[in-house]
């Protein structure tokens, strides 16, 4: 039976992995999740497995080396799935040392301990082991309004706290592996959106608000470029990645969902009224009329875009979710799980969206 450890798997990409390789390979494997349940991690995003005996949830710091080895003594892991990040470039801006050291720390630690694990007295590593990191297309910086891509091949050029931290801890990786022959892979991916996102972001944000007849906060102008990815489809590339891609490389994932994102919460918008019967009084108040621009964020990025060339030529992975379907399954994701988004607006979720929008 092959073991996972997924880090950060309670969090939004993470537990839509987890349900994923679970509904691939059933009981042929088994998975570890450590977590160590900040803001963003819910214990509720996988209470469907989680009584199933092959699956362990570990409470714990990326950073606590002690906690980190104890699980590579006590299980035989073979494949690592390294998602847990701080990841929101707001909270970045407010406190970037949290951000490096949950980010280019606790890296280094997950790759110190599994380097301890797997390494060979030749200092080889058996052919069965792979480590993941996810990252994000944040790293490469911003592209210009028309035109260009990013690629593997695109230097680094990050613009705030967030994504600097992330590119120091694939630099890690990359050293792991150009020093000691680690066997890992990096995706950087484009944005994310899905079922169990934390409504900091802005597709559930959108949602939650306008079904509460709130302020849709939007920075600036509003035509900031995103390339848009269905969670889904990054988890079945992650999958793949492990399975078929050569070790040492880099694979960018990117949805080819390239969206303003004033156009984003317009589909919101367009989507939430029809899928929302004619005598649900919230009808009424889901408008355009919602929509308030606020000050833009400090080193906004203008515009980003993946090229997936290399991942679909070598593995053959593409996104398969258009963004207007991924929005709808989203929102009716939302639609059936109101009671979660509840639970994680409450108490300290509303004095951040205070402070970071002022609406």
């Known amino acids: 039976m092959r073991t996972y450890l997924v880090t950060g798997g309670a969090g ?76 929101h470039v707001d909270r970045s801006i407010k406190d970037p040392l949290a951000f490096v050291r949950a980010n280019v720390l606790g890296t280094v630690n997950l790759l110190n301990c599994a380097k301890e694990a797997w390494e060979k007295e030749d200092g080889t590593y058996p052919e069965n082991k792979r480590f993941l990191h996810v990252s994000t297309d944040e790293v ?27 590119a120091g801890s694939d630099m890690l990786v990359r050293a792991f592996m150009d020093t000691y022959g680690f066997p890992a892979n990096i995706t ?12 900091e972001k802005l597709i559930p944000l959108m949602i939650n608000n306008a079904l509460q007849g709130k302020k849709l906060p939007v920075y600036g102008d509003g035509k900031n470029v ?75 990025d203008r515009r980003y875009a993946i090229a997936p060339d290399k991942i679909r030529a070598e593995i053959g992975w593409e996104p398969e979710t258009m963004f207007k379907e991924g929005i709808r399954k989203t929102i009716r994701w939302y639609f059936e799980h109101q009671d979660w988004m509840e639970n994680v607006t409450s108490g300290d979720y509303q004095k951040y969206y205070q402070s970071m929008y002022n609406v």
Request: hydrophobic share 30%; net charge negative.
């Open 12 to 87: 939004f990409i993470g537990s839509n992995y987890i349900h994923y390789i679970f509904g691939k390979y059933g009981d042929e494997i088994r998975v570890i999740n450590l977590d160590d349940l900040t803001y963003a991690g819910n214990p509720e995003n996988l209470k469907d497995i989680e009584n199933r005996d092959n699956y362990r949830f570990v409470k714990g710091d990326v950073c606590d080396t002690d906690a980190v080895r104890a699980i590579f003594a006590e299980e035989d892991i073979d494949r690592v799935v390294h998602f847990a990040a701080e990841s």
């Open 140 to 166: 490469y910086g911003s592209l210009p309004e028309e035109g260009g891509y990013f690629y593997e091949t695109t230097p680094y050029a990050p613009h705030s706290p967030y994504s600097a931290s992330k």
């Open 188 to 199: 950087n991916c484009s944005n994310n959106y899905g079922p169990y996102q934390f409504p």
């Open 226 to 300: 995103r390339d848009w990815l269905y969670v889904e489809d990054h988890a079945k590339a992650i999958d793949m990645v492990q399975e078929k891609g050569k070790i040492f490389e880099t694979y960018n994932i990117g949805g080819h969902n390239e969206k303003q994102n004033i156009e984003i919460v317009k589909t919101i918008i367009e989507v939430l009224r029809e899928e929302l019967p004619d005598d649900d009084p919230r009808k009424a108040h889901v408008t355009e009329d919602l929509i308030t621009y606020v000050e833009d964020r400090k080193g906004h």
